[in-house]
């Protein structure tokens, strides 16, 4: 595939080639980063259940800890209350180095070893990368409790979309009675945050108040700010124009390539968490809906169309309509896997997709959504991962627990009142 970068100018190259990387350098990012991982450490740290955020008990100590900490009066603030927090937590999402995983009752968010040891080998210069690519490719509004909008891939499209719009000149937000409150829409607090910590642009703050954790007053962009974001700006706004066999030749990530000529320490990048794709053993899974529910084990080769009729069949219900099962990918976004005739343009369907291909981990939950008008959701939980003894050759019911619903309960008193 040939790549179709833009050339630098002069101007950009110039800034490229003396600009100096370190944990204070261009931002403070490397050094904040460092911070969150020392602070998770080994051990791993609490998160919520249900959101997958940092717990509340958490949140002042790490605040605390950064170069950027903020004078909260908030009584009962959460992770998106720091700004910073939850930028960093987004990029740590996203880069790959964590998982989340449950702990007895409650659940941790851990860090990838292998994944960790790989980023420990990298100069400043690849790992501020490494994050930036992170941050431009995979971010999405999800892995912080949001939702991402449809119009931008990800978040980092926000912050371009902010810099071409907004950002050619000083904002100053008393004196040009700019919105502080829009802020938090467009392009998001978490969002402004990271553009600080990457050093591409220099925010001056105003006093705390009991609604306001981070009093942004002005903000300024940075000779850094200006040659990426403005690179950046013309690189992704370039793509949508080309002509379709254009498309099939080009690479998002030619700029990639483009910089590493002016940045000599930027040879590799942080490496990526693979799916580990299980094909032999059996999964223990708990299927409710309602008050029913049964214990099944599932043979990790098998297809997810066998599992849906397995649960059908489990459920006394039929298999006349269409289906897919809903899960968070190892980035903690969601994805789903539906029924071939639900949708024919994603790579997998549930007739060719294994459940062994699917993130499972013991205690992790997903959804089996059937009938797209009734929305039947089958809640699953995993109980136990391959290898399990006894190993189940077949999709095996272990035990029935309760009376499902009926799937057409109102089919006789249609019919009585035809009558």
Known sequence: MNQMAMACTPEQI?????????????????????????????????????????????LPELNRLLTHPLDVKLKRPVQKSFPHINGLYLLLRSSGLSYIVPDGKKTKLMLHENVL???????????????????CYRTSEEMIGGRQSFLVPTCFYECLSFFRRELDHKIDLIAERYDP???????????????????????????????????????????????????????????????DDELDQAEPEAWES?????????????????????????YILNVSLGKASCKMAVPAGISLDELAYGIL????????HLYEFIYKN?????????????????????????????PLY??????????????????????????????YPELTVIEKRGTPPEQYPDWEDDYEDDD
């Open 258 to 282: 483009e910089f590493k000529k002016y940045i000599p320490d930027w040879k590799r990048s942080l490496l990526q968490v693979e799916r580990n794709i299980t094909e032999t053993g059996s």
């Open 362 to 391: 013991k205690g992790m939950t997903f959804i089996f959504h059937f009938d797209f008008g009734d929305d039947w959701k089958f809640k699953i939980q995993v109980e136990a991962v391959p290898p399990t003894e006894p190993d």
């Open 313 to 320: 069949d489990a459920f006394d219900f039929d298999s006349d």
């Open 14 to 58: 110039g800034v490229l080639t003396q600009q100096v990387f370190s944990g204070t350098e261009p931002g403070t990012l490397l050094q904040d980063f460092e911070t969150l991982l020392e602070f998770i450490g080994a051990a791993g740290v609490a998160v919520s259940e249900k959101t997958q955020l940092l717990a509340q008990t958490k």
């Open 117 to 135: 040891a790989d980023w420990k080998t990298l100069a400043p210069a690849e790992r501020y990368f490494s994050l930036l690519q992170a941050f």
């Open 181 to 243: 409150e829009g802020l938090r829409y467009y392009p998001g607090l978490h969002n402004l945050a990271l553009m600080e910590l990457f050093g591409f642009i220099e925010v001056e703050c105003g006093p705390a108040t009991e609604k306001e954790t981070w009093p942004v007053a002005t903000i300024n962009t940075t000779a850094w700010g200006r040659t990426v974001l403005g690179y950046l700006t013309q690189h992704f706004a370039a793509m949508p124009f080309l002509e």
């Open 330 to 358: 190892e980035y903690g976004v969601e994805e789903s896997i539906a029924h071939p005739y639900a949708d024919s343009d994603h790579e997998y369907c549930t007739e060719d997709c294994p459940v062994g291909y699917l």
